[in-house]
Structures are given as C-alpha cells and as structure tokens.
C-alpha cells in the first residue's frame, strides 16, 4: 500500500481537527500565561492576578467543578459565566466550543 495515500488524508482530517482544541485548556495544568491567551484569543478577559490566583490555589487542591472556582480572588459571577468552565474526566476545562448558547442537550 502506498503510505503516501494513507498519509496524506490523514495529515489533512488532523490539521482540520485541531482549531477545535484551539484556546481550550485545563484549569488544573495550564500557566497562567496560557490561561490569560487563550482566553484573550476567544474574547474572554481573564486578569492575569486571577489567572495566577489559580495557578496559586491548585497546589493545594484540585479543580473539578466550576463552584471550585468560585472563590478566588477577582472570580465574579460574570467571568465565571464568561469562562464557563466544563467537568471533563476528573478535571475543569476552558473549552472555547463549549461557551454559552453552544452547548447541545
């Protein structure tokens, strides 16, 4: 078989793929310079001290619910929202495509 044929549409279907994981990152590995990025890049306005303010907290814990978030300094109602954090395998995600209005029941 030639790998050329193989590969070549599989390169194309990875490349179309991966705007879809663009801007999305976990709350719980993500620096604070990351987190601020791509929120930036998704039209969401993250203060750098409350992206460091996660950054600070989850050395002692885990976050895994958007309520986690809820108390860190600079997280308002509005922001959170803004984020909209998803549960995903144990762990809290900023997922871009899962923004309010988007989500499909």
Do not use: W
């Amino acid at each position: 078989m030639n790998m050329t044929r193989v590969a070549m549409p599989l390169l194309a279907a990875c490349l179309m793929a991966a705007p879809a994981y663009a801007g999305s990152f976990s709350f719980n590995r993500a620096s604070a310079e990351k987190m601020v990025h791509d929120c930036e890049e998704e039209g969401v306005t993250l203060p750098m001290e409350t992206a460091q303010a996660i950054v600070k907290v989850r050395a002692d814990r885990r976050f895994t619910s958007p309520d986690d978030l809820t108390d860190l300094p600079g997280m308002t109602e509005e922001l959170l929202r803004a984020l909209d954090p998803i549960e995903e395998e144990n762990d809290l995600v900023f997922n871009p495509n899962a923004l309010p209005g988007m989500k499909s029941y």
